[in-house]
C-alpha cells in the first residue's frame, strides 16, 4: 500500500499493480531529484511511504506481511483529509487467464503444503491442471474456503474474483457477506458496504495513471515518462484467448462474477460479446 499526500493507492494483485506502484515511486523519485522543484514554493509533498500488511486475505499465505493490504486495513488516521482511494482493476477474462499463466498456485503450493495437499485431494495430477480444472475446482475451491473462514454459506454464488473484490475494497467483508446470505448479488445495496474508490482500468493502466496524476496537480516534467513506460511482471501466454476458453467457462463467468458486473459493465458486454462468438461457430 502506498500513501502520498494526495492518495492511498491499493494494490490488487494480477491489475497491474506492480506496474502501479513502480510509476509511482519514479515519480516521486523524479520529483525528489527536480532540486528546482523541491525548493520551489506550493510544491507537493515529496513522501511517498509504502505500508506492509498483515496478509488477511487467504488461509494458505506464505507470508505474514505483504503489499496488498485491503480498505478495511487502512488506518483511519490516513483516511481522514482529502487523500482519495486509489486501485487498478481488470477484466475478469484478461484477470483468470493471468492467474493461470502466471501459475501463483505452483508457488503457493511449495510453500504451504496444506494448500498442496487440499489440491492434490481435487486434481490428482496438480500442480499441473487445464484452465477448466483451474476455473472449476481450484478457483471454487479457495472462493469456498474463503467463505468458510467468515462462516458465511459456501454457496454463495461469487467467483474468486467478486470474492476478493469483497475483500479488498469493502467498508466490512465479514458485514457484507454476512448481508448477502439474506440478499443477493444482483439486489444487495452497494453504496452503503462500499467506499468511493477511484479506478484505473488495466486496459489503459499507462494513460490512467498519467491522467489521474496530472489531475492531481503532478507536473508534466515529472510524469510525463509515464505513457512510454514498459510494463513489468508480464505474464505470457503461449495460446489466444479464443483457443484458452469456450462457452461453458464464460457462461460461468457470468454467473460468478456478477458483482464485478455491478461496479463494471463494460466487462459484462466484453464477456457477453466474446459469449456470442463462440456460440454462433455451433
Known sequence: MLVSEDFIMISLPKTGSSFV??????????????????????????????IYLENVRTDYKVSDKNQHGTYSQIPKNLLSGHREVVSAVRSPIEAYLSRYFFQSYKWVAKHNPD???????????????????YMFTITSTLTKV??????????????????QFIQFFSFDPQKFL????????????????????YFLFNETLSQDIYNYLKQKGYSERH????????????????KAKEDILNSNILNYM???????FRFFPQYRLELELLLQKFNSRN
Open 223 to 238: 510524469i510525463g515518462f509515464i505513457q512510454n513506460e514498459d510494463k513489468i511482471n508480464v505474464t505470457e501466454r503461449t
Open 178 to 197: 454476512t448481508d448477502l446470505e439474506i440478499s443477493s448479488v444482483k439486489t444487495i445495496e452497494l453504496d452503503t458496504h462500499f467506499p468511493n474508490i
Open 146 to 163: 474463503g467463505l468458510n473462514r467468515y462462516n458465511v454459506s459456501e454457496n454463495l454464488n461469487l467467483g474468486l474474483l467478486s470474492f
Open 115 to 133: 494448500f498442496d495437499k487440499l489440491m492434490k485431494g481435487k486434481l490428482p495430477l496438480f500442480p499441473e491442471v487445464s484452465f477448466e480444472d
Open 21 to 50: 506502484r513502480s510509476v509511482m515511486k519514479k515519480v516521486h523519485s523524479n520529483m525528489k531529484k527536480d532540486m528546482r522543484y523541491v525548493f520551489s514554493t506550493n510544491r507537493k509533498d515529496l513522501k511517498l511511504k509504502e
Open 254 to 260: 457470468l454467473e460468478k462474477e456478477e458483482l464485478l
